[in-house]
């Protein structure tokens, strides 16, 4: 009984530190409230146009991707500054990588919405 009360505790104190992790994500990053209003806008336009639960489901990966990448692109950063916090090539060879896996996981996402919207703006128009 012990050992799963440890157990327990343990994946409490995990989604703690999780938790902690993305209450400083979105308390610190700008990138993170811009993406916040972009998605809580597309799921307005989702709402008013009443998607089909597979748009839904497309919007929710693409929303899901780009918070991910942003979340890995902050996490090395704060890594990067950690070891070399002098300006150093390599450093910033690692930091362009990740904004640029940022950019695709935008893209993405910005593409996925326009499959999805363009054709129900156009059926208003």
């Known amino acids: 009984m012990d050992t ?5 505790r343990h994946r409490l104190q995990s ?11 979105f308390n610190s990053q700008l990138h993170a409230k811009i993406h916040s209003l972009a998605a809580a806008f597309v799921i307005l336009l989702g709402w008013l146009f009443q998607l089909f639960w597979y748009e839904w489901a497309l919007l929710v990966v ?3 991707l780009v ?3 942003e979340t890995f692109n902050t996490a090395i950063e704060f890594l990067v500054n950690f070891v ?3 300006d150093n090539e390599q450093a910033g060879k690692v930091k362009d990588l990740a904004a ?3 950019l695709l996981a935008a893209l993405t996402a910005f593409i ?3 499959l999805i919207f363009v054709p129900k703006f156009m059926r208003i128009i």
Do not use: R, T
């Open 4 to 8: 799963l009360l440890v157990f327990i």
């Open 62 to 64: 693409a929303i899901g």
């Open 112 to 114: 996925i919405g326009l």
């Open 67 to 69: 918070f991910l990448a």
């Open 100 to 102: 640029g896996a940022v």
């Open 84 to 86: 070399s916090p002098d």
């Open 15 to 25: 989604f703690l530190y999780a938790f902690k992790g993305l209450a400083l994500f």
